[in-house]
């Protein structure tokens, strides 16, 4: 993306979180190569409607296999033509959709951001945990690593959810999107998610962050 998108994208997604309520935002990222099948952002947008909170999400080409792939520089122009009919329009009080990219670090460092939903690459778990407010994420893996990564978080860190996808199609229902997203930023339970997070965040305060949060993650297997 050229400058001057990334400026014009880091300016509308700073001046919507400033306009949120503290605590209220879910930042919702797939990182830089991660995309979705059409079926699934079907899925997600409805999911995210249907959870009835704040979100900012960057969205991005959709592919037509189910198990996503890679961005493409010649899709990432693509519309938002390829979400469902109507969703930005019934969103637009409570969303902020864009395509492709976005300040992540100043995204989870404003104090609207209060959730996260990340395709759980490593990078991306670092910077949740080193520069969110001690914020509860959804974890959402799409291939490889992430697969184990998202274990980790959730089974074994304990700071995370993940929704379940259909045994046949691997795709993951607008029901189930909404349920998690409810249970991660609404109630009791995302308030002990913020908490292990902030612990994790002060014990990487200490030394190397990646390493620091390394070892904790070992420890806590």
């Not at 899709?75 to 300040?103: D, H, M, N, Y």
């Not at 609207?112 to 990078?123: E, I, K, P």
């Not at 490889?144 to 993951?172: C, F, H, Y």
């Not at 349920?179 to 994790?200: H, N, T």
């Amino acid at each position: 993306m050229e400058p001057d998108d990334q400026n014009c994208g880091q300016t509308e997604c700073l001046n919507w979180n400033d306009n949120q309520p503290t605590g209220s935002v879910l930042f919702v990222s797939f990182g830089s190569g991660g995309r979705l099948s059409h079926e699934q952002i079907t899925e997600l947008a409805l999911g995210l409607e249907f959870s009835e909170q704040r979100f900012l999400w960057v969205a991005g080409p959709v592919d037509n296999l189910a198990g996503g792939g890679y961005f493409t520089v010649e899709t990432q122009s693509q519309p938002l033509s390829f979400l469902p009919e109507g969703f930005v329009e019934r969103t637009k009080c409570r969303s902020q959709v864009i395509l492709t990219w976005a300040p992540q670090i100043q995204v989870l460092i404003h104090e609207s951001t209060s959730g996260v939903l990340t395709h759980c690459g490593w990078n991306s778990i670092i910077e949740n945990i080193l520069h969110g407010n001690g914020m509860s994420f959804v974890a959402y893996p799409l291939f490889a690593e992430q697969n184990m990564n998202a274990a980790l978080v959730t089974d074994d860190m304990k700071v995370a959810l993940r929704p379940e996808s259909g045994e046949e199609d691997g795709v993951v229902g607008w029901e189930e999107i909404a349920r998690v997203v409810k249970r991660v930023m609404v109630g009791e339970e995302p308030k002990a998610f913020r908490r292990r997070m902030r612990e994790l965040k002060s014990l990487s305060e200490d030394g190397d962050s990646t390493k620091a949060l390394c070892e904790v993650a070992d420890n806590w297997v």
